[in-house]
């Protein structure tokens, strides 16, 4: 049977077995395979790969594996120049859209405190998931290796086991868009960017003692929830600042 020379770089050795980390292995195949075939059966997601070089030429996903082939397979790269050879994945796109999966409750409320764009509904099934990605261009976020290995993917993270900070810091330096994080500029509830608005239109909505210290106020137009700067803010910019290493 046809073989080919395998090897995966950085975290991509995460998705291997332990004799195959960090190692050239051989692996057969029959007939025509292709090499993203190929690669996902070894058990590494495609989304989770920016680079495949095949005797150190760049190729894509579509690519014929043949015999004696040597594979190298790279994660994402963000600040190597890499401009002239093919890239798989389209750089993320001018502004990063999210949306999480069932198992990720936890950094909804963090994500959209930090202003970044995340879609959450834990009724979602898996297509349902898919589906909103490819219609509005959002980046799948999720524990799930499965769900990124869906052939459709075309932008997904897959977030190792790991703390709520920890989960959001890989987020953002993995697309590297500290750029984007606006502290408090989103409905932690729905997502819906958050306006200003004047203390006088929601005075009876507002408890007196609050009214007396607090003179920024924020609205969320599509579940009418009024934001102010509480405690519990003060205990979330602590998080964020901590996600930011600052
Ligand atoms: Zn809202």
Redesign the pocket.
């Known amino acids: 049977m046809p073989g080919a020379h395998f090897r995966f770089y950085e975290e991509l050795n995460d998705f291997l077995p332990e004799q195959r980390k960090k190692t050239d292995f051989e692996a057969v195949f029959k007939d025509k395979r292709t090499i993203k075939d190929m690669i996902e059966s070894i058990g590494v997601p495609h989304p989770e790969i920016d680079l495949i070089l095949v005797n150190g030429k760049s190729v894509n996903f579509d690519y014929i594996l043949r015999d004696k082939d040597r594979v190298s397979v790279y994660p994402t790269f963000e600040s190597i120049n890499i401009a002239d050879v093919t890239r798989l994945k389209k750089r993320p796109l001018r502004k990063s859209r999210f949306i999480a999966d069932i198992n990720l409750r936890d950094i909804v409320r963090y994500m959209r405190a930090m202003g970044l764009d995340l879609y959450f509904d834990p009724s979602l099934p898996p297509r349902g998931i898919i589906e909103i990605s490819k219609k509005e261009k959002r980046i799948i976020l999720t524990k799930s290796k499965k769900l990124l290995k869906f052939k459709d993917v075309t932008h997904g993270i897959f977030l190792r086991p790991g703390s709520t900070e920890e989960q959001i810091r890989y987020v953002i330096d993995y697309l590297d868009i500290r750029m984007d994080v606006r502290p408090f500029s989103r ?1 932690l ?2 997502n ?1 960017p958050l306006e200003n608005i004047q203390k006088q239109k929601i005075k009876d909505r507002i408890p007196p003692k609050t009214m007396a210290f607090c003179n920024k106020y924020s609205y ?1 137009r ?2 009418d ?1 009024i934001y102010w700067e509480g405690t519990h803010v003060f205990r979330m910019k602590k998080v964020i600042e901590k996600i930011l290493g600052r």
């Open positions: 409905c509830g729905c819906n969320c599509r579940c929830k």
